[in-house]
């Protein structure tokens, strides 16, 4: 069995394909109903879809092909993944799944440019690439979302950080396959891949199965390069120090392309995160888990010494071995499946707006349609920021939370100065999690203090909060959520454009901000300039 296929695939049969197959799966989910379905069927079904990905992630095509023609029919896979997410009951996540498959054969496919020339015209073709993004982004982040919703909040979801191969390798890099790739080995990696990628009960996602983390094998610090053996995943030469054999998937990728300035010469590269929100809805769901789990064993203790016939004393000496329940000052309060919503669709005819005149209310109505809004989604705040044009044609931040557009005058406009800003994020919050919740009391704010006396002292703060050397991805992530405010909180950072990581009377260090998610960069800079040009 080869991931090749026989089968012609072209930009017109893999929609078709993809159509016929949501059919097949949605007869299979009708006719069982809640019972399970046939293991044999479904795993028939998913093969067919694996082996269609992998065969259109190698598929190129013709160079002429429109860049739209190109994403529909990546698009169309989504029909078949929502499909088997109606299949009882592990359906949710055998399509959460497949949406990670897809998304690695997304990010390995070179059937789209990753060279744009820097000008107004690669605006529209690189939308295309962000929205697809996105709607690989949401797509997992609803089924993840169901999963935690219906269970019983102690889902770890420790399948989303594993490796999801949807291709031999890479024309330029060396890997066992390509040595033999008629052989044995190449056959039975080819069959263990299939394996993992049918994979349909939770029980089922083990080590033993292919589903497993990051597994990396270093070669001893001392002695000659061979005193290891070569693993038969090694995937890049053999005259390594470490062995990378697997990865943590596509949900700690990121969709790097290239931007053409012909007139100076120069390349720049830039990066789109894959699956960045629902890689944090997996980090939030652990940070409450760990302390739901907390909260478990210290109801289980309690009631076992209830029991029992020590004394009061020696009970509550026995408690005090116990962790500590360390709950998040602002997930705990949140219902982590509803705050995480998609992306506002944009760009649609508005059936509303075509029917309204040409008053003042009515220009307002049309101004702030949703259609022509920008969403941006605060990582460390979990909601969504709306931004409307405004007179100067520019736009401005929208007081509503979860703004549905269509005003009618002008009152939606927040003034953001710097107060301003701080007490309409406070009143987001207290709407959300009840009287008294600021910025400051869930850890947004600036530190105290901001500003240190020596430059030794900054620099041990900003290696301690901000630079991770470890290759333990947990040290990292909780750097990655530490940069979202610097050490001057989060209005800071949101009016400046900058996160300030340190200061002293020598001077200060600032990096780039990563508080923001929007549909595109273009998105994220008009946002960024609205902020900046409220305040100044």
């Not at 293991?39 to 079904?45: A, G, M, N, R, V």
């Not at 009391?441 to 991770?468: A, K, N, W, Y």
Request: hydrophobic residues 35%.
């Amino acid at each position: 069995m080869d991931i090749s296929s026989t089968a012609k695939i072209s930009f017109n049969s893999v929609p078709e394909d993809n159509q016929a197959l949501a059919a097949e799966i949605q007869a299979l989910a009708r006719d069982n109903g809640s019972k399970d379905p046939s293991e044999t069927q479904l795993k028939s079904l998913l093969k067919r879809l694996y082996g269609r990905m992998c065969d259109f992630c190698g598929y190129r095509g013709k160079a002429a092909t429109p860049d739209a023609k190109i994403i529909a029919a990546w698009e169309s896979f989504f029909e078949p993944i929502k499909a088997l997410a109606q299949v009882k009951p592990h359906g949710h996540m055998i399509a959460a799944r497949m949406i990670l498959y897809l998304a690695s054969a997304f990010l390995n496919s070179s059937q789209l440019s990753r060279s744009l020339p820097m000008s107004n015209a690669s605006f529209k073709p690189m939308a295309l690439r962000c929205h697809f993004l996105i709607a690989l982004d949401d797509t997992l982040l609803s089924y993840l979302a169901h999963i935690w919703s219906h269970g019983n909040k102690h889902e770890t979801f420790s399948w989303v950080f594993t490796d999801y191969p949807v291709y031999s390798c890479r024309s330029n890099v060396c890997c066992a396959d390509d040595f033999n790739p008629g052989g044995a080995l190449h056959e039975q990696r080819t069959i263990d891949r299939f394996k993992a990628a049918c994979v349909t009960r939770p029980s089922d996602l083990t080590p033993e199965n292919g589903i497993r983390s990051r597994w990396e094998q270093s070669r001893p610090a001392e002695g000659r390069l061979d005193d290891i053996p070569e693993h038969p995943d090694l995937s890049r030469p053999a005259y390594v120090h470490t062995q990378c054999i697997a990865s943590d998937g596509p949900a700690r990728e990121t969709y790097s392309y290239d931007v053409v300035d012909e007139d100076r010469g120069k390349t720049h590269w830039r990066g789109r995160l894959m699956l960045r929100r629902s890689r944090q809805f997996v980090l939030d769901a652990r940070k409450m888990v760990k302390a739901n789990l907390a909260k478990e064993g210290r109801r289980l203790a309690e009631r076992a010494l209830a029991r029992s016939p020590l004394p009061v004393e020696l009970q509550v000496e026995v408690l005090s071995y116990l962790e500590d329940i360390q709950e998040h000052p602002y997930l705990s309060k949140l219902d982590l499946a509803a705050v995480y919503k998609p992306f506002p669709e944009t760009g649609k005819k508005c059936l509303e707006c075509a029917i309204r005149g040409n008053k003042t209310a009515d220009k307002m109505f049309k101004t702030t349609c949703p259609q022509k809004s920008v969403a941006i989604w605060s990582l460390p705040l979990r909601m969504f920021h709306t931004f409307h044009r405004n007179k100067q044609g520019g736009l401005s931040l929208c007081i509503h939370s979860d703004c549905n557009g269509h005003h009618h005058d002008a009152s939606w406009s927040l003034g953001t100065t710097a107060v301003r800003l701080e007490d309409h994020l406070n009143g987001l919050l207290q709407g959300r999690c009840g009287p008294g919740v600021t910025l400051k009391s869930i850890g947004l704010g600036p530190l105290d203090p901001v500003r240190l006396p020596t430059v030794q002292e900054d620099s041990q703060r900003i290696e301690r909060l901000f630079q991770s050397f470890s290759r333990r991805y947990e040290k990292k992530d909780m750097n990655d959520e530490n940069l979202w405010i610097g050490i001057s909180g989060l209005v800071d950072v949101m009016l400046h454009e900058r996160v300030l990581l340190g200061l002293n009377p020598s001077g200060q260090t600032t990096t780039g901000i990563n508080w923001m998610l929007g549909r595109t960069r273009q998105d994220e800079q008009r946002a960024c300039l609205a902020l900046k040009q409220g305040h100044s």
